[in-house]
């Protein structure tokens, strides 16, 4: 059994999460908090597996909470809150792991908060990415990667990323340690997340990094130093001029909108062995395909390793596909991608 401990000062709000989650088998509600207080309190006696926590309440708000919560007796929190740009970067600094508005339909609802509740037990509890073990002996030099030189756009190299649970933390850790003036490539990045809530990461890895990160519209060019991350409702793709195009998935060819290996299969077409693969942390199978698109195209693969990872489930599957040529803690993939 999944145990939860629900956290919100509006007794309605409670009661719709508790009828949610008794929807499911396998969660069991073994408690509320009506404010950030009783939230610490109640961690501490009942020990849940996955706290949904609000952020507006009363006594104690809920970022306070989650900070001490997570200084104190790490848990993995959902932040049950709407989509505001600086809500979600507090939520980010604090450690919040997910995030779910409860503005939708019920059914619609239902299914995602169920979801997220099941991913996140699966989550290992810490605040931040763990460090890593130094002195890996790296597999092949990316550095030394040979590029084509007839494009007519200023491009060196493209790096695309895909990532879900525990993605913003490592998209964090990997930004943070690049220079944009010097790097080489430019980057595309899917990031598996809740409707309304990328804005908001978008501003926080623009807050923790020195690229100028957006969210990407239809015809943007990358180029060396840009980061673009794929919108909501849409698939992202890169054509031979550098160009993305957004698509509608109106046949729904794809799992997950934005898709990973929608991206990575475009990039390795466009651009073949010009590009870097990244897989990272998060559940499930998507980019397994792409990652394996991009090895058959001469491309660079990357994993993130299972011991930084929050979630080891789409990494863990391209490696089991023996499609990486490297398999890297969160730390040292931002350092391999500086190409010289």
Same mark, same amino acid.
């Given at each position: ?45 009942? /020990? ?9 309440? +009363? ?19 959902? @932040? ?19 995030? =779910? ?14 979801? /997220? ?13 763990? +460090? ?10 990316? @550095? ?23 993605? +913003? ?10 220079? +944009? ?74 799992? =997950? ?10 990039? @390795?077409k466009s651009f073949g062995s010009k590009v870097i693969g990244v897989i990272m ?10 990652? /394996? ?18 979630? =080891?489930?789409?990494?863990?599957? @391209? ?22």
């Amino acid at each position: 059994m999944i145990r939860v401990l629900i956290v919100d000062d509006s007794k309605l709000k409670q009661n719709f999460i508790i009828s949610v989650l008794n929807e499911c088998p396998v969660i069991d509600v073994v408690g509320t908090a009506s404010n950030g207080k009783q939230a610490i309190e109640r961690c501490r006696q009942l /020990k849940p597996d996955v706290i949904t926590m609000d952020i507006n309440m +009363p006594v104690m708000g809920g970022l306070e909470a989650i900070d001490h919560i997570m200084r104190n007796c790490p848990t993995v929190i959902i @932040a049950v809150t709407e989509a505001d740009d600086e809500i979600i970067r507090e939520c980010l600094n604090c450690g919040v792991v997910d995030f =779910f508005s409860l503005n939708g339909p019920y059914q619609q609802k239902t299914s995602e908060l169920i979801g /997220k509740i099941i991913t996140a037990s699966k989550v290992k509890v810490i605040r931040r990415i763990c +460090p890593i073990d130094k002195g890996k002996t790296l597999s092949k030099d990316i @550095a030394g990667i040979s590029h084509n030189n007839d494009s007519s756009f200023n491009l060196t190299s493209v790096i695309v990323i895909g990532a879900s649970t525990g993605g +913003p933390y490592a998209l964090e850790k990997i930004l943070s340690v690049l220079e +944009p003036e010097k790097l080489k490539a430019g980057i595309l990045i899917v990031q598996h997340m809740s409707s309304g809530f990328i804005h908001g990461l978008t501003k926080w890895l623009n807050s923790k990094s020195g690229f100028q990160v957006s969210i990407a519209s239809d015809g943007d060019k990358l180029e060396n130093g840009k980061v673009f991350l794929a919108p909501e409702q849409h698939v992202m793709e890169i054509d031979r001029d550098g160009k993305i195009v957004l698509k509608e998935d109106k046949n729904n060819d794809y799992l =997950f909108v934005p898709s990973i290996d929608a991206l990575m299969i475009s990039a @390795a077409k466009s651009f073949g062995s010009k590009v870097i693969g990244v897989i990272m942390t998060g559940m499930g199978y998507d980019g397994v395909e792409g990652m /394996k698109t991009i090895k058959k195209f001469g491309g660079i693969t990357i994993a993130q390793d299972e011991k930084t990872s929050v979630v =080891f489930g789409m990494n863990r599957a @391209a490696i089991e596909e023996n499609v990486i040529d490297r398999i890297l803690g969160v730390d040292e993939i931002g350092p391999a991608l500086t190409l010289n």
